[in-house]
């Protein structure tokens, strides 16, 4: 009974521990912390180019916009580079083309989006 315990979390621990590179991977580049709600680890990452960001209200109005969705984990807007990083619940999924309304109804310009498929 003993080794059988022993083994069970043995291969529990390589199991976690082989998913956490790909967790790391998922996150890279992000700040530790975001500007509102979090980081999911585990849902899609969005990244959107946004020309026109100029300021702390711009970073603000998109915020407001994205952060009354209930399909998103949190946001953080990076002035200096222009972009926006969307993290999405897990299951969640938001298609490029409401993606670039959001934006545009908020007055900015869409230059790019990219994922990063989540990890649940």
Known sequence: MKNAF???FT???MIVM????????????LPEKIQAGEIN??????????????????ARA???????????AGIDVNLDD????????DDADIDDDTL???VT???????NITRKPGHG
Do not use: W
């Not at 680890?41 to 711009?58: E, M, P, R, S, Y």
């Not at 998109?62 to 998103?72: A, G, N, Q, T, Y």
């Not at 222009?82 to 619940?89: P, Q």
């Open 18 to 29: 082989t998913g956490l590179p790909a967790l790391a991977e998922h996150t890279a580049g």
């Open 100 to 102: 670039r309304k959001l």
């Open 82 to 89: 222009s972009r926006v990083i969307i993290s999405l619940k």
């Open 41 to 58: 680890k585990t849902g899609t990452l969005i990244q959107i180019g946004v020309n026109g960001l100029v300021c702390d209200f711009c």
């Open 6 to 8: 022993f083994t069970f």
């Open 62 to 72: 998109l915020e407001k916009v994205f952060m009354k969705r209930s399909d998103i």
């Open 11 to 13: 291969a529990l621990a």
């Open 105 to 111: 109804d908020a007055g900015y310009n869409v230059s």
